[in-house]
């Protein structure tokens, strides 16, 4: 998955939907940013969360487990190595989906964490959209309900201090070509989804967490 993400680099540091966007606004709002304030930005990708908070003023230290994203260091978020406390809050944004085991990212992002835990991702709709996911992009492991955020951050020590639920816009044709995906396994994809696309375009419901220690 490593080299396959790599590759992906400019991809989704071209993606609009993950360069901009309400969700962002609030991650980077919530991390608290400004001179003096350190952040993590786990799974950091095309960087756009990282490019926010240093706008803001905030010392920020990225992580991704793909080389070529081009983070500050390499690592899987089920294994920061990090000191605990070394960071005054923890971003993670529309990544989670992939973790091969999201209880334990949140647990280590908790335990780098002094104050706050920032987390954004996609919520579970259905599994045939789960299905979809899957063959579009195999690096997928399983999107979430909220519930299940609300255990996974009751379980890593965290108090929800804030929740936010938003219906982002999704184009399909660039959600597709952005990991190559075309033919018979496009078709299938749309068959999958059925109702949910309308015009090409599909709700994505969004979860952002903060917890606080």
């Known amino acids: 998955m490593t080299d396959l993400w790599s590759d992906r680099a400019d991809a989704y540091r071209n993606s609009a939907i993950h360069a901009a ?7 980077v709002e919530w991390c608290e940013p400004g001179p003096g304030v350190t952040v993590l930005d786990v799974a950091t990708g095309g960087g756009h969360v990282a490019r926010r908070l240093r706008e803001a003023g905030a010392t920020v230290v990225t992580t991704d487990p793909a080389p070529g994203m081009g983070a500050d260091t390499t690592a899987p978020a089920e294994s920061l190595p990090f000191a605990d406390g070394s960071f005054d809050a923890v971003a993670c ?21 002094r104050g706050a835990v920032v987390i954004c991702d996609n919520t579970f709709v259905s599994e045939s959209s789960e299905e979809a996911d899957r063959l579009r992009d195999p690096s997928h492991v399983r999107n979430y309900g909220v519930s299940e955020w609300e255990t996974f951050f009751e379980l890593a020590g965290l108090a ?20 190559e995906c075309s033919g018979e396994d496009a078709a299938r994809v749309r068959e999958l989804l059925g109702d949910r696309v309308v015009d090409g375009w599909m709700p994505l ?8 220690k």
């Open 21 to 27: 966007g309400e969700d962002l606004d609030l991650v």
């Open 93 to 113: 944004r529309l990544a989670a989906h992939h973790f091969a085991d999201v209880l334990t990212a949140v647990k280590e992002m908790a335990r780098v964490a």
């Open 160 to 179: 929800i201090a804030e929740e936010r639920h938003f219906t982002r816009p999704l184009e399909i044709e660039p959600w597709l070509s952005r990991v």
């Open 205 to 212: 419901p969004t979860l952002v967490l903060k917890g606080t």
